[in-house]
T-cell receptor, first 113, second 110 residues
């Protein structure tokens, strides 16, 4: 049972490049979400999904897109990377919605030069 | 922002001692959770306490919740070097949002 799998673990981009952070879970969780973690700050919600075909914005959605075509996968797309998007990104899922036990991936460390 | 805040920001203790971390939040909640994050890893759920509960135990962990003061505490008894990590409180507001604190960095020296 792999839980929540994120790829890649590390990524360096140049300003203006686009990329997709992958997230997959094998626990059949309906709720999935993306967070970013910046030094000295708590995690901030980027986007979330309560089921396949349903997504919504979180606290800091600008510059990011998501889609949820299957229960298992929830990719995060950076449309045109900016240095302000340098951060550690975490994907999380839950069987009980946003307010119960979240299972986190191991994170993607992204640097935008 | 209605984030919760942990106190202290950093805590350094010897193995065998107890570690107490506090959390304050600003809005009405349905529940409050504590997570642990080891360096370079994702967060791991430790314990959840609901708004109608005052105290909860799980192994060496004890969590209290005082909704009148909008505060919670996490006590780790008989700390071990393996407990070294960052600890986050996460408040689940009644308005439908999760708020993460900035974390307490706990260092347990052998």
């Amino acid at each position: 049972n792999a839980g929540v799998t994120q790829t890649p673990k590390f990524q360096v981009l140049k300003t203006g490049q686009s990329m997709t952070l992958q997230c997959a879970q094998d626990m059949n969780h309906e709720y999935m979400s993306w967070y970013r973690q910046d030094p000295g700050m708590g995690l901030r919600l980027i986007h979330y999904s309560v089921g396949a075909g349903i997504t919504d914005q979180g606290e800091v959605p600008n510059g990011y897109n998501v889609s949820r075509s299957t229960t298992e996968d929830f990719p995060l797309r950076l449309l045109s990377a900016a240095p302000s998007q340098t951060s550690v990104y975490f994907c999380a899922s839950s069987s009980s919605g946003a307010f119960e036990k979240l299972f986190f991936g191991s994170g993607t460390q992204l640097s935008v030069l | 922002s209605q984030q919760g805040e942990e106190d202290p920001q950093a805590l350094s203790i010897q193995e065998g001692e107890n570690a107490t971390m506090n959390c304050s939040y600003k809005t009405s909640i349905n529940n409050l959770q504590w997570y642990r994050q080891n360096s370079g890893r994702g967060l791991v759920h430790l314990i959840l306490i609901r708004s109608n509960e005052r105290e909860k135990h799980s192994g060496r962990l004890r969590v209290t919740l005082d909704t009148s003061k909008k505060s919670s505490s996490l006590l780790i008894t008989a700390s071990r070097a393996a407990d070294t990590a960052s600890y986050f409180c996460v408040s689940g507001s009644t308005l439908g949002r999760l708020y993460f604190g900035r974390g307490t960095q706990l260092t347990v020296w052998p």
